[in-house]
């Protein structure tokens, strides 16, 4: 028990020590989106400026080096800044195009490695990790992703040459959804010891529980729950088994199977031991 308190506060430790240091990397991204609203708020006269220059007849070209345009000239300095303009919009388009994933130039930039991270109830949990091939078409030629999820299926019958923030979108839910799952089943483990894990899969779609139910007889009740929905979180059917039929039947767990169904697990079996269902 001692053992168990111990790393109980272990793991808050590190628990609080990352909120501290995700809060930290928020503010420094909200400090830099701010930063950019600033820079593209200023920068809105420069397409006014562009017109001008048009209808002037100043020649520019966009792509020149910016070694070449510092002559300290107004017309290069201007220059400058609709070319440091430029980069913030295609910057930004791509940021959109991606959906907000992060992502890292590999093989000096022949490929990407997008990072694909997951989380449930504000705990990040694992990041997967997809390494591309910037080709005539798009290819995958490196990735962690679990050998349970469909990757193969999904690039063959989704839209990832014409779309890839779709494409992400759809792996990222499956991902989540998995996470999830699996988080759930970790703390209906960890908080709930009179609820024994008969058997689960290693997608987490199919859990097979074993609940005490309290009384004068210890009766023992299966409780099996299939996720139909590999992109959901929540049960798809939930089917109770006992040898008192009375007790399937009656209001009470019928109220529980309704609750298994739309409540995370751990959650909804803190319910039912508060109402007396399960010991």
């Given at each position: ?13 590190r628990?609080?020590g ?5 809060n ?30 048009d ?11 910016v070694?070449?345009?510092e002559?300290g000239s ?16 295609d ?16 093989r ?11 989380a449930?109830?504000?705990v ?6 997809l390494?591309?091939d ?16 469909p ?7 989704g ?5 890839i923030?779709?494409?992400?979108d759809?792996l ?9 799952r ?12 009179s ?7 290693a ?9 005490t139910i ?5 009766e023992a009740?299966?409780?099996t729950l ?9 049960p ?20 529980n ?8 697990l ?9 109402n007396?269902?399960i010991?």
């Amino acid at each position: 028990m001692e053992a168990n308190i111990f790393e109980l506060k272990q793991q808050e430790l590190r628990q609080r020590g990352r909120e501290e240091e995700l809060n930290a990397t928020l503010q420094a991204l909200l400090s830099k989106r701010d930063q950019l609203k600033v820079e593209i708020k200023a920068n809105t006269s420069l397409q006014k400026m562009r017109t001008l220059l048009d209808r002037t007849d100043v020649p520019y070209e966009r792509n020149e080096d910016v070694d070449d345009l510092e002559d300290g000239s107004d017309n290069s300095q201007l220059l400058l800044m609709m070319a440091r303009h430029t980069q913030l919009k295609d910057l930004l388009h791509a940021h959109h195009l991606i959906g907000g994933y992060d992502v890292l130039q590999t093989r000096k930039g022949k490929g990407v490695c997008v990072s694909l991270a997951t989380a449930y109830e504000g705990v990040y949990l694992e990041t997967y990790n997809l390494e591309m091939d910037l080709g005539s078409n798009l290819r995958i030629c490196r990735h962690n992703i679990p050998p349970f999820i469909p990757l193969e299926r999904l690039v063959t019958q989704g839209n990832m040459q014409t779309d890839i923030r779709d494409f992400l979108d759809t792996l990222s839910q499956y991902l989540n959804a998995y996470a999830g799952r699996k988080q759930q089943l970790h703390l209906t483990k960890e908080i709930h010891s009179s609820v024994q894990v008969a058997e689960s899969n290693a997608l987490c779609t199919i859990l097979v529980l074993m609940f005490t139910i309290p009384g004068e007889k210890a009766e023992a009740t299966l409780c099996t729950l299939q996720y139909a929905d590999h992109t959901q979180r929540l049960p798809t059917r939930v089917n109770i088994e006992s040898e008192d039929t009375a007790l399937v039947s009656s209001p009470q767990w019928k109220k529980n199977q309704a609750l298994l169904l739309g409540t995370p697990l751990h959650t909804a079996l803190v319910t039912m031991k508060k109402n007396g269902s399960i010991a």
